[in-house]
């Protein structure tokens, strides 16, 4: 067990004999990684920031019954991707997608006026076409290639085989390929 | 191994997420094919690109406003939300539980003449009054017990309205747990946790008749009768404006070379302790006088020099 898992375990035994600064550590701890997957795959803040909140909200609410099986960043990313996944296809779902270059904006670096020009460029066009993948392509290749879950992490996030894994993210990278292959050398 | 199926592996080749059987022979068709080589290099490329991204952050104050919406509701709303079933099935409870309440509360009025006193003393209500009709006891035993246990409370009565009030409890207490009228709390081992147990509980018992039963308004006296058990003279100051009161007191006390010892406010009444030269004490009662209507619960003919005094101020 790495340290990680372990601080994490610790986290979760304190989570539930109700200890309230546990709670508060969680979210300062996981907070940016949820609210990424919200906004890669709503593509709108104020919707990813409803869906992290919520997030957090049904961990405090059901931490008890939490077997611990799984990792508690497997756990979060679960409920963060089904519930990303059950807006989407919510039929009454009516927000505004923000602009590309709004989501590249979120991302700030130190770069000079002519690399940023450049980056922002590559940015935009990697989230459009991250944004453009089918959902279900997209949720595994945000939690592979951006988060950086293991296949099996994946899998159990997801519900799904690890074969289904690993022939959506492969399927979604060779999307991706042909999209960026004026960036590729 | 077909190109076909080799590119179907190149990720899983990328992430080392290959068993050695499937990962040998691919590398060894790659190691032959420019184009699956190609392709991987591609693919690695495009794989490289996506960790480039950059990380995004939560909105500023978003933790904040999780923490705020994750807060524990009070346990009245948490018991609310554990109790929320049908009103078919709500009312008929909320209307017995009420019934409930009030014969327990009259049951014990009666049982106790001292906490009726008590009641129409402090703050008479309607609800509590002498011709209110007895409600049936479980037995005969612990009427006839509870007038017997009245007689020593009476006795008392003398030696303070605190301690008058802390026996009564503590009886009270006692009878209800013999009639099994209430809920008693559960026995305290060490005698001081044993009286305030028993101010505790006889405080709720009085409060529905009074006042609605406000928590803070039971702390506020029972606080008040801590405060008057260690004072020389205690009593209860009625004012118009509290505020006002303990601003006059306080300027009295700064005249006159008295001290404040203590103050807590509550809902229904501010409890200030004080210090007074016993050579200002006519003024002191003239100048309680001129504040509001002044009723002193105990004064000793014999003043100590100086005279420790615990107000209790109620608008």
Redesign the interface.
């Given at each position: 067990m790495d340290r990680r898992t372990s601080d994490d375990s610790h986290l979760v035994d304190r989570l539930r004999r109700g200890d309230a600064r546990a709670f508060d550590e969680l979210v300062t701890a996981y907070q940016h990684r949820v609210f990424s997957v919200a906004l890669r795959m709503l593509r709108n803040r104020t919707e990813a920031e409803e869906v992290a909140q919520e997030v957090f909200l049904r961990v405090y609410r059901t931490v008890t019954a939490f077997r611990g099986d799984a990792k508690l960043s497997t756990w979060l990313y679960a409920i963060a991707s089904r519930l990303c996944l059950n807006r989407l296809a919510s039929s009454d779902r009516r927000v505004t997608r923000e602009g590309d270059e709004a989501l590249t904006r979120l991302a700030s670096g130190d770069a000079t006026p002519v690399d940023e020009l450049e980056r922002s460029e590559l940015e935009a066009t990697l989230h459009r076409a991250i944004a453009e993948l089918p959902e279900e392509r997209r949720i595994v290749v945000v939690l592979r290639d951006l988060e950086g879950l293991s296949y099996e992490e994946i899998a159990a996030a997801l519900d799904l085989e690890l074969g289904t894994v690993r022939s959506r993210l492969h399927r979604a990278r060779m999307d991706l390929k042909e999209k960026l292959e004026r960036f590729l050398p | 191994m077909t190109c076909d199926e080799a590119r179907?592996?190149?990720?899983?080749l990328l992430?080392e997420?290959l068993g050695p059987d499937e990962r040998g022979p691919l590398e060894a068709h790659v190691a032959t094919c420019v184009d699956c080589r190609r392709e991987l290099g591609?693919?690695r490329?495009?794989?490289a690109?996506?960790?480039s991204?950059?990380?995004?952050?939560?909105?500023a104050g978003?933790?904040d406003?999780?923490?705020a919406?994750?807060r524990p509701a009070p346990w009245y709303r948490r018991l609310q939300r554990a109790l929320s079933l049908p009103w078919s099935v709500k009312l008929p409870l909320a209307a017995a539980a009420a019934l409930l309440v009030g014969v327990a509360v009259a049951h014990l009025l009666e049982m106790a003449p001292e906490l009726q006193r008590a009641a129409r003393v402090e703050s008479p209500s309607p609800a509590v009054t002498d011709s209110q009709e007895p409600p049936a006891t479980p037995t005969g035993a612990p009427g006839q017990k509870a007038k017997a246990e009245s007689e020593p409370a009476t006795r008392e009565r003398r030696e303070g309205r605190a301690r008058d009030l802390a026996d009564e409890a503590t009886d009270a207490t006692r009878r209800r747990d013999l009639a099994k009228a209430a809920p008693a709390p559960a026995p305290a081992t060490a005698p001081e946790r044993k009286a305030e147990s028993a101010v505790g509980a006889a405080a709720p018992a009085r409060e529905p008749a009074r006042e609605g039963a406000r928590p803070d308004a039971a702390a506020s006296r029972r606080s008040a009768l801590r405060t008057a058990a260690a004072a020389d003279v205690s009593g209860r100051l009625v004012v118009t404006d509290r505020e006002a009161a303990a601003r006059g007191l306080t300027e009295f006390v700064a005249r006159t070379g008295g001290a404040e010892v203590a103050r807590s406010a509550g809902a229904d009444a501010m409890v200030i302790e004080l210090t007074i030269p016993r050579a200002a004490w006519s003024e002191f009662t003239r100048e309680l006088a001129a504040l509001g209507a002044w009723t002193p619960d105990r004064e000793p003919a014999e003043l100590p020099a100086q005279v420790r005094v615990a107000l209790r101020i109620i608008e």
């Amino acid at each position: 067990m790495d340290r990680r898992t372990s601080d994490d375990s610790h986290l979760v035994d304190r989570l539930r004999r109700g200890d309230a600064r546990a709670f508060d550590e969680l979210v300062t701890a996981y907070q940016h990684r949820v609210f990424s997957v919200a906004l890669r795959m709503l593509r709108n803040r104020t919707e990813a920031e409803e869906v992290a909140q919520e997030v957090f909200l049904r961990v405090y609410r059901t931490v008890t019954a939490f077997r611990g099986d799984a990792k508690l960043s497997t756990w979060l990313y679960a409920i963060a991707s089904r519930l990303c996944l059950n807006r989407l296809a919510s039929s009454d779902r009516r927000v505004t997608r923000e602009g590309d270059e709004a989501l590249t904006r979120l991302a700030s670096g130190d770069a000079t006026p002519v690399d940023e020009l450049e980056r922002s460029e590559l940015e935009a066009t990697l989230h459009r076409a991250i944004a453009e993948l089918p959902e279900e392509r997209r949720i595994v290749v945000v939690l592979r290639d951006l988060e950086g879950l293991s296949y099996e992490e994946i899998a159990a996030a997801l519900d799904l085989e690890l074969g289904t894994v690993r022939s959506r993210l492969h399927r979604a990278r060779m999307d991706l390929k042909e999209k960026l292959e004026r960036f590729l050398p | 191994m077909t190109c076909d199926e080799a590119r179907a592996r190149l990720s899983a080749l990328l992430d080392e997420a290959l068993g050695p059987d499937e990962r040998g022979p691919l590398e060894a068709h790659v190691a032959t094919c420019v184009d699956c080589r190609r392709e991987l290099g591609l693919l690695r490329n495009t794989v490289a690109l996506l960790h480039s991204v950059n990380p995004v952050r939560a909105p500023a104050g978003f933790a904040d406003r999780v923490l705020a919406a994750a807060r524990p509701a009070p346990w009245y709303r948490r018991l609310q939300r554990a109790l929320s079933l049908p009103w078919s099935v709500k009312l008929p409870l909320a209307a017995a539980a009420a019934l409930l309440v009030g014969v327990a509360v009259a049951h014990l009025l009666e049982m106790a003449p001292e906490l009726q006193r008590a009641a129409r003393v402090e703050s008479p209500s309607p609800a509590v009054t002498d011709s209110q009709e007895p409600p049936a006891t479980p037995t005969g035993a612990p009427g006839q017990k509870a007038k017997a246990e009245s007689e020593p409370a009476t006795r008392e009565r003398r030696e303070g309205r605190a301690r008058d009030l802390a026996d009564e409890a503590t009886d009270a207490t006692r009878r209800r747990d013999l009639a099994k009228a209430a809920p008693a709390p559960a026995p305290a081992t060490a005698p001081e946790r044993k009286a305030e147990s028993a101010v505790g509980a006889a405080a709720p018992a009085r409060e529905p008749a009074r006042e609605g039963a406000r928590p803070d308004a039971a702390a506020s006296r029972r606080s008040a009768l801590r405060t008057a058990a260690a004072a020389d003279v205690s009593g209860r100051l009625v004012v118009t404006d509290r505020e006002a009161a303990a601003r006059g007191l306080t300027e009295f006390v700064a005249r006159t070379g008295g001290a404040e010892v203590a103050r807590s406010a509550g809902a229904d009444a501010m409890v200030i302790e004080l210090t007074i030269p016993r050579a200002a004490w006519s003024e002191f009662t003239r100048e309680l006088a001129a504040l509001g209507a002044w009723t002193p619960d105990r004064e000793p003919a014999e003043l100590p020099a100086q005279v420790r005094v615990a107000l209790r101020i109620i608008e």
